[in-house]
């Protein structure tokens, strides 16, 4: 996993793939005001951009993907937390849905790193790297909007 800040994006440059940096490169210059949440595309990759809200944990599940990389930026809001576990020290998966390459894992034993997630900020999973999104903290319901991109493993 790859977290940083967009405002630093060059910083990051030297540590990831290249295709990865470009498609950060470009979230980073999108015209999000412009535009509603819906389907994008982005270096040739699939962008969902979409308003949620947090929630309590216990009703976000620990996810995963096989097929593609997700990178994920925080356009708007503050997403308090973002749980965190690899493949290896999770629990069984527990539901599966090939067709959109999301699968769904029991937590581990120990506690999942929380990486807090606000405006600015890009997070980068690799199919290791489960991942609980738009868990709540304190800001119960806060509306989050984001931008994931998915990028085939395959692909880069």
């Known amino acids: 996993m790859i977290m940083g800040d967009m405002k630093h994006l060059d910083a ?13 490169k470009e979230a980073s210059q999108f015209d999000f005001a412009g ?6 595309k982005i270096k040739g990759c699939n962008m969902n951009v979409e308003t949620s809200p947090t929630e309590p944990s216990a009703q976000r599940k620990l996810e995963g993907h096989k097929d593609f990389i997700d990178v994920q930026y925080e356009v708007e809001g503050k997403e308090e937390w973002i749980g965190i576990e690899t493949i290896f020290d999770a629990g069984k998966c527990i539901e599966s849905h090939p ?3 999301l ?8 506690p ?4 807090h997630f606000k405006k600015g900020r890009f997070a980068v999973f690799f199919p290791e790297d489960l991942h609980r999104p ?3 903290g304190s800001e119960k319901g806060s509306p989050v909007r984001k931008a994931v991109v998915k990028v085939p493993v395959d692909g880069i």
């Open 103 to 110: 699968y769904f894992y029991e937590a581990g034993k120990d």
């Open 35 to 40: 535009v509603p949440d819906g389907k994008y």
């Open 12 to 24: 990051y440059k030297a540590q990831m793939p290249d295709f990865i940096y470009e498609v950060l």
């Open 134 to 136: 738009l868990c709540e």
């Open 112 to 115: 999942e790193t929380k990486i």
């Open 99 to 101: 067709d959109r390459d």
